[in-house]
Every structure is written in structure tokens, then in C-alpha cells.
Nanobody, 122 residues
Framework: QVQLVESGGGSVQAGGSLRLSCAASARIFDSYAMGWFRQAPGKEREFVATIRRRDGSTDYADSVKGRFTISRNSAKNTVYLQMTNLKPEDAATYYC???????????????WGRGTQVTVSS
């Protein structure tokens, strides 16, 4: 049973924007911190952003701070990642994640989505 479903990936030119969405089951959305990770070919999966359910606190990787914004819509059980000023190095498969805390380590994530591809051309 898939409980995290990403959408919104695509291809953009450098400097462009995309918004990713992650629809979660109610159980996961209410019980977990939600976040985004990414993985480029040949590289390890890395933390991008996370948002805490309790108070909406957020945390970002330094590489995306000021360009990406994570947010949530409780009525839709959905988490978003607004990405602006995209760079070629942002190209990767982006994964939605759910965990019991605002973790940066992929090893601490409890649930993963299947990923959505983001391509950025220079």
C-alpha cells in the first residue's frame, strides 16, 4: 500500500521553478514530520527539507536554503516543495519522506515515496 505519492517533477531550464507535491495517508500526515530528499545518479540520497507536524517548524539543507520552501496543507494531507532559481546541480529524483522527527539522515526515515524526477538544463 503506497502511502506517499509524489507529483510535480519535470524538466526546466536553469533559473526556473517547479513545485513538488506529496500526498500522504491521513495516518502518516498526522503522526509524522514530513520531508524531501533527493538522489542524483551515482550519488547518495541526501536531505533537502523537512517540516514538523506539531508546529510547522522547517529545516533546509544549506544548498537549497533561500531557494526552496517546504509547506503543508493539512486539509489535503499534502506537503509541497516549492523550488525556485533551480540549478543544474538540483537535478535528481526527489523523494517524499515521513519520519518520527526532523531527521536529515535517510537511515532514520520510516516511509518513502517512489520519487519524482527533476531535470534542470543549463
Amino acid at each position: 500500500q503506497v502511502q506517499l505519492v509524489e507529483s510535480g517533477g519535470g524538466s526546466v531550464q536553469a533559473g526556473g521553478s517547479l513545485r513538488l507535491s506529496c500526498a500522504a495517508s491521513a495516518r502518516i500526515f498526522d503522526s509524522y514530520a514530513m520531508g524531501w530528499f533527493r538522489q542524483a545518479p551515482g550519488k547518495e540520497r541526501e536531505f533537502v527539507a523537512t517540516i514538523r507536524r506539531r508546529d510547522g517548524s522547517t529545516d533546509y539543507a544549506d544548498s537549497v536554503k533561500g531557494r526552496f520552501t517546504i509547506s503543508r496543507n493539512s486539509a489535503k494531507n499534502t506537503v509541497y516543495l516549492q523550488m525556485t532559481n533551480l540549478k543544474p546541480e538540483d537535478a535528481a529524483t526527489y523523494y517524499c519522506a515521513a519520519a518520527s522527527g526532523m531527521y536529515r539522515s535517510p537511515r532514520l526515515i520510516d516511509d518513502w515515496g517512489r520519487g519524482t524526477q527533476v531535470t534542470v538544463s543549463s
